[in-house]
């Protein structure tokens, strides 16, 4: 589906309707008077609204995992948490090095993010020709690295911060953490407090999408077989956000109308650092970290696991596509900037996800004709 929505919008941008597309974009819907305003173009709404639930589903099945998943003790979580950690900093690095001093050099946190449903659909459709555990780890992996995302946004990609609205946020999240403390389990005491929290962030100068994460945290759960409230929304959210948000923010955003020299700005140094950040950073940072923690004996291999299997996921973190896309449009206000940056993530994740593919097949093709 979102191939088919990344097609959708690279039509569309590239014919003679891409005006009227980003007439539709720029167009303001919303209520706006003297003490609330929620008028703003529909970009925004679902770059800053409808992605916030996105981030809330995230956090909800962050807290899941270190709850009782698989970052729930420090040996099953040192692994994907510490290769995520090689995945961000490497990428990051390889981008500044090429971007060191320049305008661009804002946009360093763009080859940091791995998109998780691209990733994981990529190894589904691997089936049983990979280990079950190595789905896993990469679905641990790919969460820990979209925490460190949303850190990333919410630290280096604000806006001015007003402490007034900041405050009120804060008293919102207090609350939220009261109703969780005294055994609330009505969802609806999290998600409007969430939405109020939504609000005052947005006007905080704080990337609104962090409402969704803090909201999640808060909501209660267990280790036990009964479905919890954190468990019942993740259910609920889980369709809408696969298969609505996430492909509005796909077409919304990869309307890519390419121009003469797009190409060659691959090898410009905003390209560059995305392109090497996200098809080697990636894997090699993922990798690295891996071989250390488990040579240090600090974490351990999934079950029959080996070592083609992560520089397999490795490669497959490349695909930074709609969390990379997102922080590009953080990182950068000049239209150009961001088209260009575009054009380099989706080169980088079609090239990651094909590499990925390839290498997880070849090898277990391999191991096919030995055995």
């Given amino acids: 589906l979102l191939l088919i929505c990344v097609a959708i ?5 590239n014919t003679g309707l891409a005006d009227g597309f980003n007439n539709l974009l720029t167009s303001e819907i919303g209520y706006d ?44 979580a040192s692994l994907p948490v510490l290769a995520a950690i090689g995945g961000v900093v490497v ?46 780890f990469l679905a641990a992996l790919a969460i820990v690295d979209d925490l460190m995302a949303i850190l990333v946004i919410a630290i280096f990609y604000s806006s001015e911060l007003h402490l007034s609205y900041l405050g009120y946020a804060g008293g919102v999240f207090a609350l939220l953490v009261v109703f969780n403390r005294t055994g609330v389990k009505n969802i609806f005491f999290y998600i409007i407090p969430g939405i109020i929290m939504w609000y005052l962030i947005h006007h905080s100068g704080i990337h609104a999408t962090i409402a969704g994460v803090l909201t999640a945290i808060t909501l209660p759960t267990n280790d036990t077989d009964e479905d919890s409230p954190l468990e019942k929304l993740e259910h609920a959210l ?11 923010f796909a077409i919304a955003n990869t309307n890519i109308t ?15 650092g995305i392109l090497l950040g996200l098809f080697l950073g990636k894997p090699v940072g ?12 600090v974490s351990e291999l999934p079950e029959n696991t080996r070592w083609p299997h992560v520089l397999g996921v490795g490669m ?39 590499a990925g593919f390839m290498l997880l097949s070849l090898y277990n093709k391999r191991k096919k004709n030995k055995a």
Avoid at 107 to 127: E, K, Q
């Fill in 238 to 248: 889980t369709r809408p956000v696969n298969f609505l948000i996430m492909p509005l």
């Fill in 316 to 354: 497959l973190g490349g695909i930074g596509f709609t969390m990379s896309i997102f922080i590009a449009l953080l990182s950068f206000s000049d239209p150009f900037r961001q088209t260009e940056a575009k054009f380099a993530i989706l080169v980088a994740s079609v090239l990651s996800g094909i």
């Fill in 33 to 76: 008077s003297a003490n609330l305003h929620l008028r703003y173009p529909v970009i925004l709404w679902i770059n800053d609204g409808l992605m916030a639930i996105f981030f809330l589903l995230v956090g909800l099945e962050i807290k899941r995992e270190i709850v009782e998943g698989e970052l729930s003790s420090i040996r099953h």
């Fill in 258 to 272: 390419f121009e003469s020299g797009m190409v060659d700005g691959l090898a410009g140094n905003l390209g560059l």
């Fill in 91 to 136: 990428p990051a690095l390889i981008y500044y090095a090429f971007n060191t001093g320049l305008p661009s050099s804002k946009g360093w946190g763009i080859p940091m993010a791995t998109d998780i449903a691209f990733a994981l659909g990529i190894v589904s459709l691997l089936g049983n020709k990979v280990p079950s555990g190595l789905k896993i």
């Fill in 9 to 13: 919008s690279l039509t569309i941008a």
């Fill in 286 to 297: 993922i990798f690295i970290m891996s071989w250390l923690s488990v040579k240090v004996k």
